[in-house]
């Protein structure tokens, strides 16, 4: 009977589960939308059992990248529990707990954008990289950060996506984070693009307004990153990402606001410094399977 892991990405608007032991070993997958916890996690487990059942598969853990803010210190009574999620539903939520009570194996939990980084560092566009960023922008925004081939983490895991930015002088929107206003994710997420235009962003054309916004932000949110941990390479992902030309802004504005001031090779070529995801929409599920060959 052959060993696999379960790779456990939980996102803000869809849960999506691999079963594999790395990129070209997937012998199952499915998504399930982001609900709250009574309807999307029994889906999730349904689908693990019976993949097992039907392949005769034996998975050896589960990795869970998981949307947070999430208690990541092990010390903890309530290790692997989202906390002050706007999600309201899933607030306080035990979801490691969870998924060990329900699929009898060990479960090692981190940020879905820390899964992401890490699997974009063992099999994607980080290959080689000591410390890079990963970003990825979409229903939220979160970034993890990578330090000496480690995902940073202190007094809690980092939060990119809640760092105070300046709003543009022509974006009159207030932002729509619950907790900061107009910080990156209030200003720059994919509901914010929503709001601001009173329309779904996908019907935007590639030369609209929104997007000198959306560079703008991102750009500023790179330069904070830079001058603060210096990563090597900054990796963008996420729908908002999947914008035609978006990523070329996003160099041209960091271009302009570092104006000069930080003197490095790595920045010499903006199009190496700058990349989308090697591995794509699988960044996520994959680096939950990177997580459990990380601590096994």
């Not at 229903?139 to 990119?160: A, D, N, R, S």
């Not at 560079?215 to 790179?222: C, F, K, P, S």
Request: hydrophobic letters at 40%.
């Amino acid at each position: 009977m052959n060993k696999y892991f379960a790779g456990i990405e939980g996102g803000g608007t869809k849960f999506k589960c691999i079963v594999a032991n790395d990129p070209s070993s997937i012998v199952a997958e499915a998504v399930f939308p982001t609900t709250d916890p009574d309807h999307t996690l029994p889906k999730v487990v349904d689908f693990y059992r019976r993949t097992c059942f039907e392949k005769n598969i034996s998975l050896q853990a589960a990795g869970l990248a998981c949307f947070g803010p999430l208690n990541l210190d092990p010390q903890s009574p309530s290790y692997g529990t989202i906390t002050s999620t706007p999600k309201l539903k899933w607030r306080n939520f035990p979801i490691r707990e969870y998924f060990q009570t329900h699929l009898e194996i060990p479960v090692y939990i981190d940020t879905d954008v820390n899964g992401a980084a890490l699997a974009e560092g063992k099999w994607g566009g980080a290959i080689g990289i000591s410390d890079f960023v990963y970003i990825t922008v979409g229903t939220g925004i979160g970034g993890g950060i990578i330090h000496q081939g480690i995902p940073l983490f202190g007094m809690v895991h980092p939060e990119i996506g809640h760092m105070k930015i300046q709003p543009h002088p022509e974006d009159f929107f207030p932002g729509n984070c619950p907790y900061h206003v107009t910080c990156l994710e209030g200003l720059a997420n994919a509901p914010a693009i929503r709001e601001r235009w009173k329309t779904d962003p996908a019907v935007l054309p590639d030369d609209h307004l929104a997007w000198k916004f959306e560079a703008y932000y991102l750009g500023q949110a790179i330069h904070n990153l830079i001058l603060v941990c210096a990563p090597k390479r900054v990796i963008l992902g996420g729908g908002v990402l999947k914008r035609a030309g978006l990523l070329e802004k996003v160099r041209l504005e960091l271009f302009e606001i570092l104006n000069g001031y930080v003197n490095s090779p790595y920045l010499d070529d903006l199009s190496q410094y700058i990349i989308s995801p090697a591995l794509a929409d699988q960044a996520g599920a994959l680096g939950a399977i990177a997580l459990c060959q990380r601590n096994r």
